[in-house]
T-cell receptor, first 114, second 112 residues
């Protein structure tokens, strides 16, 4: 597609439920990144993919968070047993390769955990 | 741990004036620097990238880089109300295979 596409744009869930957030990167971009932005905070790195592999999972805040990428394209970020502190905007970004510096962001998925 | 520091603001500038946004970074080896603009409720949008010491101009925007002082700035000339947003400074590195490390952003308000 022309840009990075994320869904859902908004998700309200109850504490303890699982949620899945989806990202479809720019066509041809091999590197995909997930960030989290809490209210009034900067962007927090979560995980990145080069192709289908995730060499760096160091940013995932807990083992309730996981992510996968299939076919070198679409990625899914899963949060199990959601907590109120998980409420944030989850941003996906892609770039052509890990060598090119410019990241292009999707519009984000706003998660609210009640 | 790479760090990127910005004054959170708000920075208030009258319409038509020059807005000056500043950023410092901790890793002396950093080579690539970016400015993103983020409107409220929207995702970050790339404005400029800069890789070499000196100035880089693009329309009303000028990015300035001083690697010796570990300092990056963004100047916005002839500021418009539509420039009101949060400006994020980002440095390549620290976020997985040289992903970007972001500052918390400076909130800029252009007063009509």
């Amino acid at each position: 597609g022309a840009g990075v596409s994320q869904s859902p744009s908004n998700k309200v869930t109850e504490k303890g439920k699982d949620v899945e957030l989806r990202c479809d990167p720019i066509s041809g971009h091999t590197a995909l990144y997930w960030y989290r932005q809490s209210l009034g905070q900067g962007l927090e790195f979560l995980i990145y993919f080069q192709g289908n592999s995730a060499p760096d999972k160091s940013g995932l805040p807990s083992d309730r968070f996981s992510a996968e990428r299939t076919g070198g394209s679409v990625s899914t970020l899963t949060i199990q047993r959601t907590q109120q502190e998980d409420s944030a905007v989850y941003l996906c970004a892609s770039r052509r390769t890990i060598l090119t510096g410019e990241l292009f962001f999707g519009e984000g998925s706003r998660l609210t955990v009640l | 741990q790479k760090e990127v520091e910005q004054n959170s603001g708000p920075l208030s500038v009258p319409e038509g004036a020059i807005a000056s946004l500043n950023c410092t970074y901790s890793d002396r080896g950093s080579q690539s620097f970016f400015w993103y603009r983020q409107y409220s409720g929207k995702s970050p949008e790339l404005i400029m990238s800069i890789y070499s010491n000196g100035d880089k101009e693009d329309g009303r925007f000028t990015a300035q880089l001083n690697k010796a002082s570990q300092y990056v700035s963004l100047l916005i000339r002839d500021s418009q109300p539509s420039d009101s947003a949060t400006y994020l400074c980002a440095v390549k590195g620290g976020g997985g295979a040289d992903g970007l490390t972001f500052g918390k952003g400076t909130h800029l308000i252009i007063q009509p």
